[in-house]
């Protein structure tokens, strides 16, 4: 049985891709439907499907982050809104890409050609130039960054500015900012957050953290081969998932 997942932050996107390889592709079992790259990234680490179609702009983890880190461990088809610019980069390489909204014969066209990948037991193609190509190029259309972070507290207003933040951590209601000096809980989602941060700055390590890069000192490797990281300034050790392990295997 080939397995799949579908990774998109919209719901209607998702549903309608589900819907039609249902119709154009009934015997393929689709394992997991996720709504960022977070989810995506432990769906792939858990059912290890054989394909994965991945929405190239999600909050915090794009598609190309999560295809990225999941080198060869399963062939990625692409879903975009981008324009043909962009595109140019996907028919260079040879790679699976679905336009929104998709057309059931570009979808059928794509399937035929995953189809005959698995007959022929054709190993995932290594993205990494591609991806950095795409990369360089979307994120050029992203919106402006987020400079500076407000909480009140009380009836007092903290200011942090990103620079100084070490980390976030995140639970269903509130987002936890820390920084060296101080600390605060603003009511914006961690999801809404990634959208204005700098991925490359900013790493996430779970579902629910996301930490300075250039703040980690140190990561450390339990017994049973989890991850945690200490950072520069603070004496929290914050859990590193197994989805996000990648970041920290010697190189």
């Not at 699976?96 to 570009?106: E, G, N, S, T």
């Not at 960054?145 to 933040?165: L, N």
């Not at 000096?181 to 957050?193: C, F, G």
């Amino acid at each position: 049985m080939i397995t799949a997942i579908i990774a998109d932050d919209e719901d209607l996107p998702r549903k309608d891709l589900r819907r039609m390889l249902q119709e154009h592709w009934p015997e393929l079992s689709i394992v997991a439907e996720c709504e960022h790259g977070a989810d995506a990234l432990e769906a792939i680490h858990t059912h290890r499907p054989d394909i994965a179609f991945l929405d190239i702009r999600m909050p915090g983890m794009t598609g190309l982050d999560v295809a990225h880190a999941t080198k060869g461990q399963c062939h990625a088809v692409f879903t975009t809104a981008y324009d043909q610019y962009a595109l140019d980069a996907f028919v260079a390489g040879a790679i699976d890409y679905l336009l929104k909204p998709i057309a059931a014969q570009r979808l059928n066209e794509a399937i035929t050609r995953l189809k005959e990948r698995m007959k022929a037991a054709q190993p995932a193609p290594d993205l990494t130039q591609l991806m950095s190509e795409l990369d360089k190029r979307i994120r050029g259309n992203q919106p402006e960054r987020i400079r500076w972070i407000s909480a009140s507290v009380g009836d007092t207003i903290k200011m942090f500015a990103v620079d100084k933040i070490l980390f976030f951590t995140s639970d269903e209601k509130y987002t936890r900012v820390v920084s060296q000096q101080d600390e605060a809980h603003v009511r914006k989602p961690l999801k809404e957050l990634m959208e204005g941060l700098d991925p490359d700055v900013f790493w996430q390590i779970h579902r629910g953290t996301l930490v300075r890069a250039d703040a980690i000192a140190r990561a450390h490797r339990d017994e049973m081969g989890r991850y945690s990281v200490e950072l520069h300034g603070s004496a929290e050790k914050l859990r590193v998932s197994q989805a996000y392990a990648w970041r920290f295997k010697p190189m």
